[in-house]
């Protein structure tokens, strides 16, 4: 499967924010390396991260990918448009997977949720633990946005209730719900590959039988006890009326995939239906959660 990949030259104190920008449009996985293309791999949460004076940034999206409209929106929000460096190349497929899982640890959520890949040992056998490998279709774990969720859903008592996973990708954090012990999950994407890819990991995991999922023409109208949605800000607030309707009578809501500064908009917008409580912040990025009214 061929892909695209987007170098951005960038500098020690460039290359983070960089990177989060390649996420937000749509980036499946984001590389650092060096003048000597030596890469560095995304460390476990609490360690320091240093950069090259310079680095290039670099994003893989599928070849399907509307690139002009990536670079259109890099250049809209870059602070000298005219200085903005960048690359594209056309990539074949390659056993990037690979290198990934050989530097991907198990990271901890909260007080009791693991995620943990297989090839590692499980570091406490007794907590929640969602064995997953990284993939084309999700996030280990180690970006904000998904943290966040993460952390949110181990804080939650979910024995027995119901979830809707808006914008599941493949699936961790619809896995993670289930392994928390949720009663059943839907899961809602509109990618077909990353739902195939939910269905195997949810299978790995042993609680197929209690996950659905969905492209959007075929969702089904369901009222859920808890709502997750890890996407953009973009889609959360034209998917506002849809998201909502999935949110039962005092059901819980939360929102990721949001910059500080588009936060207070969505407030507004979903302070509408549900009481919100104040945001839960991680770098730049942040979580909006709160209640059914």
């Known amino acids: 499967m061929p892909w695209i990949q987007l170098r ?15 996420v937000a449009c749509g980036s499946q996985a984001v590389t650092f390396i060096d003048a000597k293309d030596t890469p560095i791999y995304e460390p476990l949460p609490g360690d320091e991260v240093l950069y090259w004076s310079n680095t290039v940034v670099m994003g893989l999206f599928d070849a399907s990918h509307d690139m002009d409209k990536v670079i259109s929106y890099l250049q809209g929000i870059h602070p000298d448009k005219a200085q903005m460096q960048y690359k594209l190349e056309q990539l074949e497929d390659k056993d990037w997977e690979r290198e990934w899982m050989d530097n991907f640890h198990p990271m901890k959520f909260g007080k009791r949720l693991w995620i943990c890949p297989s090839r590692r040992d499980v570091p406490e056998p007794e907590a929640v633990n969602v064995m997953l490998d990284p993939g084309l279709a999700f996030g280990t774990g180690t970006h904000p946005t998904t943290a966040l969720c993460l ?55 042993k609680v197929d039988d209690r996950l659905a999922l969905y492209l959007p023409k075929d969702q089904p109208m369901f009222k859920a006890d808890v709502v997750v949605a890890n996407i953009l800000a973009g889609p959360l607030r034209e998917l506002a009326p849809t998201i909502i309707e999935y949110v039962g009578d005092k059901g819980l809501l939360a929102l990721s995939g949001v910059l500080e500064e588009q936060a207070e908009s969505l407030q507004i917008i979903y302070g509408q239906w549900c009481d919100m409580a104040p945001v839960t912040v991680q770098e730049e990025w942040v979580r909006l959660n709160g209640q059914r009214k």
């Open 8 to 22: 951005l030259s960038a500098n020690e104190e460039t290359a983070e924010k960089y990177s989060d920008w390649l």
């Open 151 to 205: 952390t949110w859903l181990d804080s939650l008592d979910l024995q027995g209730k119901t979830v809707v996973d808006f914008g599941c990708g493949s699936g961790i954090l619809s896995l993670a719900a289930l392994k928390l012990g949720a009663k059943k999950v839907i899961g809602i994407d509109i990618d077909p590959q990353a739902l195939q890819a939910g269905l195997a990991n949810a299978k790995r995991n």
